[in-house]
């Protein structure tokens, strides 16, 4: 079964500072995987997401993913961390190719401090 | 556009009670998903459906139902509620295939 592992529940960083985000998942299939934001009281919004195709992904927001086959990672950053990223990522992962069915991470908060 | 739309947006209910929330989407996706999420746990799927007539389990499908009659209407039963069903939850549509899932605003339901 394919799972999805988010290494530190809590990141805090400065404004202005890079931001690292650290998601490895399982699979024994070519997987598709996703970065989701949720801002406090909100639903989840897309950031990027991997479909095989290129490994450096690039989403909303200055962020990107970088698709490691033999680190069975997809780590997010941001080189440069503002205020209003604040909030909480979730990878994710979808066993069937579909998004209809999506296995998440246990989720990251991210704390920006001025 | 009003895309993935939840009702209620809160709700408390007492132990045994019974109620339906409400998940409709304007976009004519073909799937839609319940999920619910709890501290961390992230968020986890209790039943998915890939078309009218078409639904699924996830993987905690204990304790609710669904069913979907229309593309655009996708209702999550719980027929007797029990504390641990307190949580958010939300409901997500989306196209087949790596597309973007848009999710609704959420539905903290408090069970008692």
């Known amino acids: 079964a394919q799972s999805v592992t988010q290494l530190g529940s809590h990141v805090s960083v400065s404004e202005g500072a890079l931001v690292l985000l650290r998601c490895n998942y399982s699979?024994?299939?070519?997987?598709?995987l996703f970065w989701y934001v949720q801002y406090p009281n909100q639903g989840l919004q897309l950031l990027l997401k991997?479909?095989?195709?290129?490994?450096l992904v690039k989403g909303i927001n200055g962020f990107e993913a970088e698709f490691k086959k033999s680190e069975t990672s997809f780590h997010l950053t941001k080189p440069s961390a503002h205020m209003s990223d604040a909030a909480e990522y979730f990878c994710?992962?979808?066993?069937?190719?579909?998004?209809?069915?999506?296995?998440f991470g246990q989720g990251t908060t991210l704390q920006v401090k001025p | 556009n009003a895309g993935v739309t939840q009702t209620p947006k809160f709700q408390v209910l007492k132990t045994g009670q019974s109620m339906t929330l409400q998940c409709a989407q304007d976009?004519?996706?073909?799937?839609m998903s319940w999920y619910r999420q709890d501290p961390g746990m992230g968020l986890r799927l209790i039943h998915y459906?890939?078309?009218?007539?078409?639904?699924d389990q996830g993987e905690v499908p204990n304790g609710y139902n669904v069913s979907r009659s229309t593309t655009e209407d996708f209702p999550l039963r719980l027929l007797s509620a029990a504390p641990s069903q307190t949580s958010v939850y939300f409901c997500?549509?989306?196209?087949?295939?790596?597309?973007?899932?848009?999710f609704g605003q959420g539905t903290r339901l408090t069970v008692v």
């Open positions: 997500a549509s989306s196209l087949p295939g790596p597309s973007e899932a848009f």
């Open positions: 699979s024994s299939v070519p997987p598709y």
């Open positions: 991997y479909t095989s195709a290129a490994t």
């Open positions: 994710a992962v979808s066993p069937s190719g579909n998004t209809g069915k999506l296995i």
């Open positions: 976009m004519n996706h073909e799937y």
């Open positions: 459906s890939v078309g009218a007539g078409i639904t």
